[in-house]
């Protein structure tokens, strides 16, 4: 029945009421804090080095990256994803897979220290390349999509070696979750699950990361292998394709301004679907915060209740930490 018998208003009189009918909730445990794990030594300057494109970052040695982590589970927070920047690079990014690599260190020294706390690692080339890319390259600067698949599965299992909980390749890649999905179960690693980068789009939203993590292409972009922000309907064949190859979870990269892909790809898939608020949607926030022209916890609070309205089962956000504390406040 219309108004005047229908009046909406009603339930939304009272915090009580309010909170009766809210759908859509936002625990911390649904949150996933990015680390950036560097190679150096705990004694040095550079234990906790800030990254000035996004405030209250920083990249880690191994000892503050335990403490980060040991920080993330008392707040109740879903898990850690490792990011490493590494000391050395070569062409073919030899580091990823380096059973003393960043990660893999990374990986070992927080399954030590913090046993309960979940671990996923971000699979890719970009870091530990010379030239940027996520890919071994062929002789015209492409990346040679074939050449690369041993390479990822190769990393892949290095993390699973090492403790990771989960494997989450970002390099979009044809073909990557099969490869990696047959080196895992070849390797004994059968029950370690992958959250696929499934719809990476070419983003101008990534500028801060590229920073943080020292991956931006020393020539051209990454256009010819990430998606363009304009397709839809080619972002959920990739998804799909993905689900087909053995993909556990798959995630949507950007979040923020793909709030219809985030539904589309749960609606599709029924899987657990991963969204990652990135390095530039949270940059403009503490940009816009640090001018007061918003408020932090109001705005960040928004945008993630936002991500789980459209679909998302997990957040992965730079916010983790203070989202979790707010969210602590507020119950």
Known sequence: MAFPQTRMRRLRSSAGLRGLVRETDL????????????????????AREPIAAMPGVERLALSAAVEEARLAAGLGLGAVMLFGIPAGKDEHGSGAWDEEGVVQLAVRAIRAEVPELLILTDVCLCEYTTHGHCGVLLEDGSVDND?????????????????ADMVAPSDMMDGRV???????????????????????????FYGPFREAAGSTPAFGDRRGYQLDPANGREALREVLLDVQEGADMVMVKPALAYGDLISAVKRETRLPVAAYNVSGEYSMV???????????RAIVLEILTSLRRAGADVLITYHAKDAARWLAAQS
């Open 27 to 46: 625990r911390a445990g649904q949150l996933v804090l990015p680390l950036f794990v560097s190679s150096a030594t705990d004694a040095s300057a550079g």
């Open 178 to 204: 099969r490869a990696i999905r047959e080196e895992l179960d070849a390797e004994g690693f059968g029950e370690t699950p992958i959250l696929a980068y499934a719809a990476k789009f070419a983003s101008a």
């Open 286 to 296: 503490k940009a816009a915060a640090a001018a007061g022209h918003v408020d932090e």
């Open 147 to 163: 050449a690369t698949l041993e390479l990822l599965a190769r990393t892949a299992v290095s993390h699973a070696r090492a403790g």
